[in-house]
């Protein structure tokens, strides 16, 4: 079996797996990065740049050079219920350098930071590599073995980081414990065109048992149908047609061109879970992103706390790995650090689900009225800074504290 050593091996190149590989590598740490797919490419992905990782990458120096590629800007979120329009939060006030939501497809910001992280010597980004299991020794976890195209290969490491998403092999492989919250929805996206005359349209809609999310992505809508846990199966068994009509009926202007859905295969599904680990270390191994705590997509912040995580565990890292004395007390100070973040943002997304969606997606329920806090937020403009400020920089905005090495 090929063995490699590093100081750091990050499982998944993922928002987390490769900003954690650029700063750690960038900080004089040798890391490699291993992620199981050829390229980035995967579609109905979160896309939403937030402000706290532009002040991210524009700490790198990268802020500039990111805001080259094609994106769209969101500077105010909007939603729809019952034909009359809301305005749910106002970025445009924020006390950071860049106030909206840069809309980027995740394979170009991916893309993005596998450049930065290869101008360090001490970065290694090894794509079509699967983690498989975890080597221990010692009840410590002193490395990963992985399918590689070069054969299985066995990463000898002072510190795994399991940044391996959602579904993390390395999570259920080390035996730490988590908790589900559960969510009463599920995500079917699918794509439809967008045209010139459709404005600026992105934004919410909401109906009686279903809401629709619209994302600009320039000559297309990235569509989220949201529907009520568990109905997949049963939208798809009343067929295209009814589909296309609960489309329309909650965003009139795609009327016109539903019948692009052509075909269910063209529709995914995405099963939200919320859920979060106890403890997000072991010795040797942390886990962090969507690997220790996955998020509900209300607000799109998952990409954006995932970084937070990596940022932290960086800063509080580099240092000890680079001088090969890395500790489990290390490791215990990362999720401190993260934990209220998470447990805060996770809170208020359980009580919009609770609360909100629950409701509109309940048939059965009355007539769809706009709830108290929401009408009082359109219309006091000064309100909306706050849920911009929650979502577009999150509870625990991080910052990077280590110079290049
Ligand atoms: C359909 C969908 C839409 C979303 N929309 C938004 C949004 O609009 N805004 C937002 O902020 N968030 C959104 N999210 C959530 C967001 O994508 C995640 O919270 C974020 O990507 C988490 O980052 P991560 O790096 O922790 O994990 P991931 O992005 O899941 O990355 C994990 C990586 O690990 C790789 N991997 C997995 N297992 C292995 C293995 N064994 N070996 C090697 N590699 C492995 C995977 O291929 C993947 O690249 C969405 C999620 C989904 C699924």
Known sequence: MRTLSVQACIVGGGPAGMMAGLLLARAGVSVAVLEKHQDFLRDFRGDTIHPSTLA???????????????????????????????????????????????????????????????????????????????????????????????????????????????????????????????????????????????????????????????????????????????????????????????????????????????????????????????????????????????MSPIGGVGINIAIQDAVAAANLLAVPLREGRVTEHDLARVQARRLPAAKRTQAVQRFMQDRFIARVLDKSAEPLEPPLALRLINRIPLLQRLPARIFGLGFQPEHVELPAA
Not at 65 to 87: Q, Y
Not at 112 to 121: C, D, I, Q, S, V
Not at 217 to 245: H, M, N, T
């Open 56 to 294: 991210v990458l524009d700490e790198l120096g990268l802020g500039d050079a990111f805001l080259t590629l094609p994106h769209r800007k969101i500077e105010t979120l909007t939603g729809v219920i019952a034909g009359n329009s809301f305005r749910i939060a106002d970025l445009r006030h924020l006390p950071t350098k860049h106030r909206f939501i840069a809309l980027i497809p995740q394979w170009d910001f991916l893309d993005f930071l596998a450049k930065a992280g290869r101008r360090y010597a001490r970065f290694r980004l090894l794509m079509q590599a699967e983690a498989v299991d975890l080597i221990e020794s010692d009840g410590r976890i002193v490395g990963v073995r992985a399918r590689t195209p070069e054969g299985e290969t066995a990463i000898n490491a002072d510190l795994v980081i399991a940044a391996d998403g959602r579904h993390s092999l390395m999570r259920d492989r080390s035996g730490l414990e988590g908790e589900a919250f559960g969510a009463p929805m599920d995500v079917l996206w699918f794509r439809l065109s967008r045209r010139d005359s459709d404005g600026e349209g992105g934004g919410g809609w909401f109906g009686r048992g279903h809401l629709l999310v619209t994302i600009d992505r320039g000559d297309y809508w990235q569509c989220a149908f949201v529907v009520p846990k568990g109905s997949d199966a049963a939208i798809r068994a009343e067929g295209l047609a009814a589909f296309r009509k609960g489309v329309a009926a909650l965003a009139p202007f795609l009327a016109d061109r539903v019948d692009e859905i052509q075909d269910f295969d063209t529709v995914k599904l995405l099963t939200v879970v919320v859920d979060r680990l106890k403890r997000w270390h072991r010795p040797g191994l942390l886990c962090i992103g969507d690997a220790a705590h996955a």
